[in-house]
């Protein structure tokens, strides 16, 4: 494992034994693998997505690199600890959100939880200060600090959470599903904070989640995963352009008509004078397809839609 490499994974294996009824005493043993040998490096200060349908391994792979689930097979480095047989180690060089659990104390005030925490870290007061009032400022929680936590809505907890997770400055962050349940405001608060956390102090975070927003919006590199296995690795700009290959082209046209009628590209809606038309990108260019719009009907106003993450998670899935 080298310097600039902060996770490291080789074959990493895990299969739970699960009981059924084979008769009206008996059970039947069984084995269900949850990750099926996964291989991956990630680097210090990268902002990496980790994604998969449910039950598909990646909360699975997140205890395993925590510490708290025990490898059924593999080999697995966070900073340079294995970490099921270092945790309390790792545990003062990560930060762990999960987004249906909390690491706050639920009848006492924030300012309480966060200094709890400060001792069971062991940071310094200084530095424990210093950091409370930064974070405190870029979540806006300086209102809420004497509040207790049952009393905060689910964004406002989530920000805590992510401030509690913070305060020993960690090296890496691990967010399993933060965004869960928020509104689009709080989203908006949470992905802004992490991308300045990363920018600013070079943590490295994992992130999985299903809101594929939080991916384009923070992340370069994705990971999915499907059945426990690792099915794409590469940059989102990468898995765009080789499952994205569907664009569409926006059009006002000068007068309301029927459905355009252009060799490369196929009307899928239509409302007034506006037409969307979708096309491949390997069978005809935007311009191309352009100049045959006009060579029909006067367009006033054009834009060219791309591909969404989601859309092209959804193909690969299809695959």
Request: charged letters at 30%.
């Amino acid at each position: 494992m080298t310097d600039h490499v902060i996770i490291e994974v080789r074959g990493l294996a895990k299969t739970f034994s699960v009981y059924r009824k084979a008769g009206r005493v008996r059970r039947r043993r069984e084995e269900i693998t949850a990750v099926a040998g996964i291989d991956l490096q990630i680097e210090r200060g990268a902002m990496v997505g980790y994604i998969g349908p449910n039950g598909a391994g990646k909360s699975t792979t997140i205890k395993m690199l925590t510490g708290i689930l025990v490898p059924s097979a593999g080999h697995v480095r966070v900073d340079g600890l294995e970490p099921s047989r270092a945790r309390t180690e790792l545990a003062r060089r990560i930060g762990v959100v999960f987004g249906q659990r909390s690491q706050l104390w639920w009848d006492l005030p924030l300012r309480d939880s966060f200094d709890l925490l400060r001792h069971v870290y062991r940071v310094p007061a200084d530095r424990h200060a210093a950091n409370l009032a930064r974070f405190s400022d870029g979540l806006d929680l300086g209102p809420l600090l004497d509040v207790p936590v049952r009393q905060l809505s689910l964004g406002q907890r989530m920000r805590g959470e992510l401030t509690a997770s913070l305060l020993h400055d960690p090296s890496i962050l691990l967010l399993d599903e933060p965004t869960i349940g928020l509104d689009v405001i709080s989203k908006e608060a949470v992905r802004e904070f992490l991308v300045d956390i990363n920018r600013e102090q070079g943590t490295t975070v994992l992130l999985t989640t299903h809101d594929l927003a939080d991916v384009e919006r923070l992340c370069e590199r994705l990971l999915i995963i499907d059945h426990g296995t690792l099915i794409e690795d590469g940059t989102v700009a990468g898995i765009t352009a080789r499952y994205g290959t569907e664009r569409t082209l926006i059009v006002d046209l000068a007068e309301p008509g029927p459905a355009l009628e252009v060799d490369g590209a196929w009307v899928t809606r239509i409302d007034g004078p506006r037409q969307w038309l979708r096309f491949r990108r390997d069978d005809v260019s935007a311009s191309e397809l352009l100049a045959r719009v006009t060579a029909q009907a006067e367009v006033r106003d054009l834009s060219i839609e791309e591909p969404d993450i989601e859309g092209i998670v959804r193909a690969i899935y299809a695959r």
